[in-house]
């Protein structure tokens, strides 16, 4: 079975550009996460879809920050524009949907530098 | 929201000792508690976890434990190994308000375990 995939691995941009990130999950996990996660600590949630619904975007910096899940599969993360705080690891993972599927399979991550 | 504490922050053991990794969470209404490890330049891999119906899980060389009241869940490794050097993260995870399986979960800052040979 394939795991999440990610891409791009690494992205340098300078301050205020705007990036994207892609993500797809494993095939037929309705649930998707985007997670950030700064140096030194765990990954803090950012946007939660089920299906191509969001969930869960109480943590998202809207203002910088967006997200979307067309055709409920494959899910981008962008952020315009960028601040030097957002250098972080950018986590996507899936999950089944619902019951007791709770577990979260991860991708390798895309690493953001912001100078 | 939930708020998880982990400890300690870096651990160093003999290859062959044993590594105890301990966590705790802030809401009694989390019920579900994954252990995570992370390789460097890698995603987070679940290696285990456990539900709030269940004290104490073990797969191999691996064991976590959970005490409800008391609010806090250990992870517990046997007979390290150099291939066990990795950071450990706990996690702890709060249905939604809708009562829904899928609520977010939330990580602890991390362990390094380092294991010598």
């Known amino acids: 079975e394939a795991g999440v995939a990610q891409s791009p691995r690494y992205k340098i941009i300078e301050k205020r550009q705007s990036v994207a990130f892609w993500c797809n999950p494993i095939s037929g996990h309705a649930t998707l996460y985007w997670y950030q996660q700064i140096l030194g600590q765990g990954p803090k949630l950012l946007i939660q879809f089920q299906n191509n619904g969001v969930v869960d975007d109480s943590q998202l910096p809207k203002d910088r920050f967006s997200a979307e899940r067309l055709k409920g599969v494959d899910s981008t993360l962008k952020i315009q524009p960028a601040k030097l705080e957002d250098s972080a690891v950018y986590l996507c993972a899936s999950s089944p949907r619902g019951g007791d599927y709770y577990e979260q399979y991860f991708g390798p991550g895309t690493r953001l530098t912001v100078t | 929201g939930e708020n998880v504490e982990q400890h300690p922050s870096t651990l160093s053991v003999q290859e062959g000792d044993s590594a105890v990794i301990k966590c705790t969470y802030s809401?009694?209404?989390?019920?579900?508690f994954p252990w995570y490890k992370q390789e460097l330049g890698k995603g987070p891999q679940l290696i285990i976890d456990?539900?709030?119906?269940?004290g104490e899980k073990k797969d191999q060389r691996i064991a976590v434990t959970l005490n409800k009241t008391a609010k806090h869940f250990s992870l517990h490794i046997t007979e390290t190994q150099p291939e066990d050097s990795a950071v450990y993260f706990c996690a702890a995870s709060t249905p939604d308000l809708m009562g829904s399986t899928l609520g977010r979960l939330y990580f602890g800052r991390g362990t390094q375990l380092t294991v010598w040979p």
């Open positions: 809401d009694s209404a989390s019920n579900y």
């Open positions: 456990i539900r709030s119906n269940v």
